[in-house]
């Protein structure tokens, strides 16, 4: 089992609609999480941090649920310029800074 | 303007052939990060250097090396012992601190290396 799941999409949403992504982890003793995004052929740029109490950045919500294992990402009012893949990034507890990526989940958004 | 800057964008590479990719950073950051991203995976760490002169081997180290005599930079060498080099090479680096200051990584533009 991957120690970050995801689902890779892609996602083809219209322009003002509503996405949302989901994650998984498997190791219970993770401490921080993060959502990066990644434009085609670019490099990873970070999106927010996920914090215990969910978090909101504009049109962006995340969400970390302890219990399942999981955190969510929410975008609103999708723009065409949101296109990319996300990437689900957990740090596992212990020793230096030790990230974890996901493979990432592609969103296409259209007109 | 502080950045991290890797080179080349694109390198090729012909068989038994060493290549050494560069990565400078000026945003005085201790730790840095090698990275290999495949189509469809997720990055997956070649070495990290937490201070100078240090440098650990991370998940996939076999077939690379690194050196970290400077802060500023953390180049890595792919060996001909690395058989399937063809990959997106990305370096990071991260502050000093605690807490999620620490934990952040920041990307260079990556190296897109080809096997001739």
């Not at chain 1, 962006?60 to 996300?86: E, P, V």
Request: with cysteine.
């Amino acid at each position: 089992r991957k120690e970050v799941e995801q689902d890779p999409g892609p996602f083809n949403v219209p322009e003002g609609a509503t996405v949302a992504f989901n994650c998984t982890y498997s190791n219970s003793a993770s401490q921080s999480f993060f959502w990066y995004r990644q434009d085609c052929r670019k490099e990873p740029k970070l999106l927010m941090s996920v914090y215990s109490s969910g978090n909101e950045d504009g049109r962006f919500t995340a969400q970390l649920n302890r219990a399942s294992q999981y955190i969510s990402l929410l975008i609103r009012d999708s723009k065409l310029s949101d296109s990319a893949t996300y990437l689900c990034v957990v740090r596992f507890s212990g020793g230096y800074n030790k990230l974890i990526f996901g493979a990432g989940t592609r969103l296409a958004v259209h007109p | 303007d502080g950045g991290i800057t890797q080179s080349p964008k694109y390198l090729f590479r012909k068989e038994g052939q060493n290549v050494t990719l560069s990565c400078e950073q000026n945003l005085n950051h201790d730790a840095m990060y090698w990275y290999r991203q495949d189509p469809g995976q997720g990055l997956r760490l070649i070495y990290y250097s937490q201070i100078v002169n240090d440098f650990q081997k991370g998940d996939i180290a076999e077939g690379y090396s690194v050196s970290r005599e400077k802060k500023e930079s953390f180049p890595l060498t792919v060996t001909s012992a690395q058989k399937n080099p063809t990959a997106f090479y990305l370096c990071a680096s991260s502050p000093s601190g605690q807490g999620q200051r620490k934990e952040t990584q920041y990307f260079g533009p990556g190296t897109r290396l080809l096997v001739l």
